[in-house]
């Protein structure tokens, strides 16, 4: 789906962001797919949620300049519901 590729950029930096996730020294690198090109994988350290209720993290997401970045970027987008956020994290 157009949005949910479009939106794996923004997502991806959002959860790269250090007042949302933070480097996880115990653990290694994982392989996930390129949020700018899904044919492809990168490998990145694993990180954890400060937040880690899904809704909460949805809540913050939609108040972040990633997301406002997102919407200036696809304007014919009507937002980014719940069930879409979750998908695309599911991929990370």
């Not at 996730?21 to 390129?34: A, L, M």
């Not at 970045?69 to 069930?83: D, L, Q, R, S």
Request: aromatic fraction near 14%; charge should be negative; hydrophobic fraction near 35%.
């Amino acid at each position: 789906d157009y949005i949910r590729e479009m939106l794996m950029p923004h997502l991806f930096r959002w959860i790269s962001d250090d007042e949302v996730t933070r480097f996880d020294s115990n653990q290694s690198h994982v392989s996930i797919p390129d949020p700018c090109d899904p044919s492809k994988t990168i490998t990145v350290h694993q990180r954890i949620w400060r937040l880690t209720i899904r809704e909460h993290q949805h809540a913050e997401f939609l108040k972040s300049s990633y997301y406002n970045e997102f919407m200036n970027e696809n304007p014919f987008a009507t937002g980014v519901g719940i069930t879409v956020f979750s998908e695309c994290l599911k991929k990370f």
